[in-house]
């Protein structure tokens, strides 16, 4: 079956970089995601990456796949303040019988000055 | 585009109460979630449906009911409100399989007491 899983606190100084992990066990092709929920919000799309890919940059955006490891990762150059949310990283299968996009629980990067 | 609705934002319920969270989206997607949010655990998967008239239990059915008679809506009932049940209740939809977006309303924080 698919799980995801990601540390639940990340703590980093305004300016730094953050990086937060992810680790997926699907095994067929499927696309990953990142999401951002900041407080008293749904959850909102930051970026995307397909399993056949290793890496896409967006902007202070980095995200990096180790398939070999099912590994993924997001890394947020120069930390705001306004960065401080929840972040998920979700797997969504790209084809097949399955509808249900799993998510994990979520990381809390705390940004402080 | 409004994106995905939900109502009401806040409720306050009383042991026994029943009610309908109110989920409505615009995107003519086909894919609905229901998920609950409750501090450190992510989101669990309720119910979703594939289509109108096609609903199916998540990992967390007991307690609650849906109906999708139409594309756009996709109310959740809770039937006897139990204080197990406070929690943040996301709806989201998605267009189908493949590379998209999951598309999430604002929640509905409930509290039952």
């Known amino acids: 079956g698919e799980d995801v899983e990601q540390s639940l606190f990340l703590s980093v100084r305004e300016g730094d970089s953050s990086v937060i992990n992810c680790t997926y066990t699907d095994s067929s092709s499927t696309y990953l995601y990142w999401y951002k929920q900041e407080p008293g919000a749904g959850l909102q799309l930051l970026t995307y990456?397909?399993?056949?890919?290793d890496m896409k940059q967006d902007q202070r955006l980095t995200v990096l796949l180790n398939k070999k490891d099912k590994h993924l990762s997001l890394r947020i150059a120069d930390t705001q303040t306004g960065d401080s949310a929840i972040y998920f990283c979700?797997?969504?299968?790209?084809?097949?019988?399955?509808?249900?996009?799993?998510f994990g629980r979520g990381t809390s990067l705390i940004v402080h000055p | 585009n409004a994106g995905v609705t939900q109502t009401p934002k806040f409720r306050i319920l009383k042991i026994g109460q029943s009610m309908t969270l109110q989920c409505t989206q615009d995107m003519n997607h086909n894919y609905m979630y229901w998920y609950r949010q409750d501090p450190g655990m992510g989101l669990k998967l309720i119910y979703y449906s594939v289509g109108a008239g096609i609903t199916d239990k998540g990992e967390v059915p007991n307690g609650y009911n849906v109906s999708r008679s139409t594309t756009e809506d996709f109310p959740l009932r809770l039937e006897l409100a139990a204080p197990s049940q406070t929690s943040v209740y996301f709806c989201a939809s998605r267009p189908g399989v493949g590379n998209t977006e999951a598309f999430f309303g604002q929640g509905t924080r409930l509290t039952v007491v």
């Open positions: 990456i397909f399993s056949n890919m």
């Open positions: 979700a797997e969504h299968p790209a084809s097949g019988g399955s509808y249900i996009p799993t």
